[in-house]
């Protein structure tokens, strides 16, 4: 990671300020209001509570539950 090698760490610190349930909270509230970086957080991230909470407050064919869904995918297929 780019902040890593550069060693700074507010940047860091700032980067992870938000947690999970933040940045799904964050989601579900307004989509566009996330970094690109954000997002792929929350998707990496993501536990069950978070999955659950997408799941309930957003269509089927979210482009984050979609993702969410082929990582899933990916994870099984890797055991």
Known sequence: MKLIKQKDHRAIFDFYRKTPPTLA???IKDPD???LSEKKRLVYE???KER???ERNL???DPILRRLSN???IKK???
Request: charged content about 20%.
């Open 33 to 35: 209001s996330q970094t």
């Open 77 to 79: 297929g890797n055991i």
């Open 71 to 73: 990582l899933k995918k």
């Open 52 to 54: 659950q909470m997408l």
């Open 46 to 48: 993501s536990g069950i």
């Open 25 to 27: 909270e964050q989601y």
């Open 59 to 61: 269509k089927l064919g």
